[in-house]
């Protein structure tokens, strides 16, 4: 920890509890920028000292929205859910939308293939081999719930009972 410009020794001291209490936080698993600002508002640190303490854990390279937003997307994909939930997530952690973008565009992902791997983990084949209007609006509501488009969703459904057809 390096100094910090401070008017008195409690502001120094301040400052060396909320980097601490900062310190103890990532260690658990990364944060946004957002999330540690709100947990120390919630300790009652004061503001200026909040945003020193966050400007110097970037400046440490402790915190990184990019690091924290790749590290939730990949956990996020793996759990098999959609770009539109990633990016939502992301969003509530208090990522920037121009973060999130390069994020989610640099997985290169085919997200019609997310789905069916997802649909596959949730559904038997019989449930996906029918073809009511009822099934069919339950896995699409499905697919929508874990974030992706209708489109991606259809897409999907008919991927899964193309190679439902080819295995018989």
Request: proline share 3%.
């Amino acid at each position: 920890m390096s100094a910090v410009m401070v008017q008195n020794p409690e502001d120094a001291e301040t400052f060396r509890q909320a980097y601490l209490k900062a310190v103890k936080l990532l260690v658990t698993r990364e944060h946004s920028r957002m999330e540690i600002e709100t947990k120390l508002a919630k300790r009652d640190v004061p503001s200026d000292v909040i945003d020193a303490v966050v400007e110097q854990l970037h400046r440490e390279g402790y915190q990184c929205d990019v690091r924290f937003a790749t590290l939730l997307t990949e956990q996020r994909l793996r759990k098999g859910f959609g770009p539109m939930s990633i990016r939502a997530k992301l969003h509530e952690r208090g990522v920037d939308r121009a973060i999130i973008s390069e994020v989610i565009d640099e997985l290169d992902t085919d997200w019609v293939a997310q789905a069916v791997e997802a649909l596959q983990s949730r559904f038997n084949p019989s449930e996906l081999a029918d073809k009511s209007q009822r099934q069919r609006g339950r896995v699409a509501r499905f697919l929508q719930s874990r974030g992706f488009s209708p489109s991606i969703a259809h897409r999907a459904l008919d991927n899964c009972l193309n190679g439902l057809l080819d295995e018989t």
